[in-house]
């Protein structure tokens, strides 16, 4: 199986191929867009600041790419958030894959958050041998409310989509590959899909 | 829920764990990644790496270090010491580290706050404050706290906080290895007046420190060393009994 991390220079992905390592697969850092297009599973990381990880993707052309992708992908964090029609965080446009926009926390809470949540309500492959309330690693200061995308959710002074899901696209806001055990499960199913 | 986040923080040396670490079962304690295995699985939230090494090598030391870390742990870790500047940082990312922490570096030029907030993001800056009270006010102080400055505690809190920071370390140094419970009042001060999550270090020595500084000090992750490295508290332990308190914690 060939797995690519796409490498646009944003964020920690050391860290996802390391925990792609512990599950005994391989995975290659790429920004070549045959690469990634060839690839069985696609992961879409991302961390750092919105509009300029958006500008970084747009250099590397592959703000086009990604859309059209048909083999599964799954966006981590700011990953996930960029895959949604547009954040607040530098008032940015999206990549328009998840059907919904991404706000900032601002209900009473510290932001970031930042440490384990639970995720609840779980509806997709990816959270298959999961269970309802486990506890996943989360650091971010911008959200995505609850749609009908929504495949996991969490509460954060309001409940809100700690992953979401549209045909072969999956996104999660917490980091798998930090989340212990639970998380490798989480990027288990996803390679396994 | 959000819960309490427990910190085990360790102190290294030319890529060395340092100050003693008592674990009979561990075949090197002085092997941070060894010791950063055990502590995952036994339960700990997080990890903080500080780095005390004053050698020429150190940078490149303490990248490998991260690199082995990030290559057996499954959970985030912190990486602080030293770190001055933008290339500094990057090579701790780059390497896998989560996050970051600066102190001395950032009193000296608080405009690094807001350079390494802007390049890498908030949420992998955390700042470390060091602060003992001097005649009734509580005073920033430098180098490990053996360097006085003329900040305030809380006004300083309050501008890393506007420079960017995404979080914030703060150590009594009134507190720190008295084993006497952690610095509540300022703690619970501090997260009333800032709105980024504060973690208290320094004083922990017994499982109801950990109750007082969630309850009375409102803070949201505590840091310790010693209670941990020498099973003076199991984490497990601490968890459970933090659960029994209505304190929600990961168990």
Request: charge should be negative; hydrophobic fraction near 40%; charged fraction near 25%.
């Given at each position: 199986?060939?797995?690519v991390i796409i490498n646009?220079?944003?964020?920690?992905?050391?860290s996802?191929?390391?925990?792609?390592?512990r599950?005994?697969?391989e995975?290659?850092?790429?920004?070549?867009?045959?690469?990634?297009?060839?690839?069985?599973?696609?992961?879409f990381p991302g961390?750092?600041?919105a509009?300029?990880?958006?500008?970084?993707l747009?250099?590397?052309?592959?703000?086009?790419?990604?859309?059209?992708?048909?083999?599964p992908v799954l966006g981590?964090?700011?990953?996930m958030q960029?895959m949604c029609?547009?954040?607040e965080?530098?008032?940015?446009?999206?990549?328009a894959?998840f059907d919904?926009?991404?706000?900032?926390?601002n209900h009473g809470?510290?932001?970031?958050q930042i440490?384990?949540n639970?995720?609840e309500?779980l509806?997709s492959p990816?959270f298959?041998?999961?269970?309802?309330?486990?506890?996943?690693y989360?650091v971010h200061?911008?959200?995505?409310p609850?749609?009908e995308?929504?495949?996991?959710?969490?509460?954060y002074?309001?409940?809100?989509?700690t992953?979401?899901?549209?045909n072969?696209f999956?996104?999660?806001?917490?980091h798998?590959?930090?989340?212990?055990?639970v998380?490798e499960?989480i990027?288990?199913?996803?390679l396994?899909l | 829920?959000?819960t309490?986040?427990?910190?085990p923080?360790?102190?290294?040396k030319?890529?060395r764990t340092?100050?003693?670490?008592?674990?009979v079962?561990?075949?090197?304690?002085?092997?941070?990644?060894?010791l950063?295995?055990?502590y995952s699985?036994?339960?700990?939230?997080?990890?903080?790496?500080l780095?005390?090494?004053?050698?020429?090598?150190?940078?490149k030391?303490l990248?490998?270090?991260?690199?082995r870390?990030?290559?057996?742990?499954?959970?985030?870790?912190?990486?602080?010491g030293?770190i001055?500047?933008?290339?500094d940082?990057?090579?701790l990312?780059?390497n896998?580290?989560d996050?970051v922490s600066?102190?001395s570096s950032a009193v000296?030029n608080?405009?690094l706050?807001?350079e390494?907030?802007?390049?890498?993001g908030?949420?992998?800056?955390t700042?470390?404050?060091?602060?003992?009270?001097i005649?009734g006010e509580?005073?920033?102080?430098?180098v490990?706290?053996?360097?006085?400055?003329?900040?305030?505690?809380?006004?300083?809190a309050?501008?890393?906080e506007?420079?960017?920071a995404?979080e914030?370390?703060?150590t009594?140094?009134?507190?720190?290895?008295?084993k006497?419970?952690?610095?509540?009042?300022?703690?619970?001060?501090l997260?009333?007046?800032?709105?980024i999550?504060?973690?208290a270090?320094g004083?922990?020595?017994?499982?109801?420190?950990?109750?007082?500084?969630?309850?009375?000090?409102?803070?949201d992750?505590?840091?310790?060393?010693?209670?941990?490295h020498f099973?003076e508290?199991?984490?497990?332990d601490?968890k459970?009994?933090?659960?029994?308190?209505d304190?929600?914690v990961?168990?």
């Open positions: 199986m060939k797995i646009y220079g944003a964020g920690n992905i050391q996802i191929k390391f925990a792609i390592q599950l005994g697969y995975a290659v850092l790429s920004n070549d867009p045959e690469e990634i297009q060839q690839a069985d599973k696609v992961i961390v750092g600041e509009s300029s990880a958006m500008q970084k747009k250099e590397s052309g592959l703000d086009t790419l990604v859309p059209k992708l048909k083999q981590i964090c700011l990953g960029l029609n547009y954040t965080e530098g008032d940015t446009r999206g990549l894959i919904t926009n991404v706000l900032r926390f809470v510290k932001v970031p440490g384990w639970q995720i309500e509806k990816l298959k041998d999961v269970t309802e309330k486990e506890y996943i989360l200061s911008y959200y995505a609850i749609t995308e929504t495949v996991a959710q969490s509460t002074g309001i409940a809100y989509s992953a979401l899901q549209k072969n999956y996104g999660t806001q917490f798998p590959e930090k989340s212990s055990d998380g499960q990027l288990k199913n996803f396994e | 829920m959000l309490k986040r427990i910190i923080c360790l102190d290294i030319n890529g340092v100050k003693g670490v008592n674990f079962d561990l075949r090197d304690a002085g092997d941070p990644v060894e950063a295995d055990v699985k036994a339960g700990a939230d997080e990890l903080v790496f780095d005390i090494s004053a050698t020429e090598e150190r940078r030391t990248a490998d270090l991260v690199l870390v990030a290559e057996k742990v499954n959970i985030p870790f912190t990486v602080g030293g001055s500047s933008i290339e940082v990057d090579i990312l780059q896998g580290a996050k600066v102190n000296k608080p405009d706050i807001n390494l907030a802007g390049k890498f908030s949420q992998c800056i700042v470390a404050i060091d602060a003992k009270k005649d509580w005073k920033v102080h430098l490990g706290g053996k360097v006085p400055t003329e900040l305030n505690l809380f006004e300083w309050k501008e890393v506007q420079r960017g995404g914030i370390l703060f009594s140094m009134d507190h720190d290895g008295t006497d419970g952690f610095a509540n009042e300022a703690l619970a001060k997260s009333e007046e800032l709105n999550p504060i973690i270090s004083g922990a020595g017994n499982i109801l420190h950990f109750v007082d500084t969630f309850n009375k000090g409102k803070s992750a505590a840091l310790a060393a010693s209670v941990f099973k508290i199991e984490i497990s601490l459970q009994e933090l659960k029994n308190n304190i929600p990961r168990i």
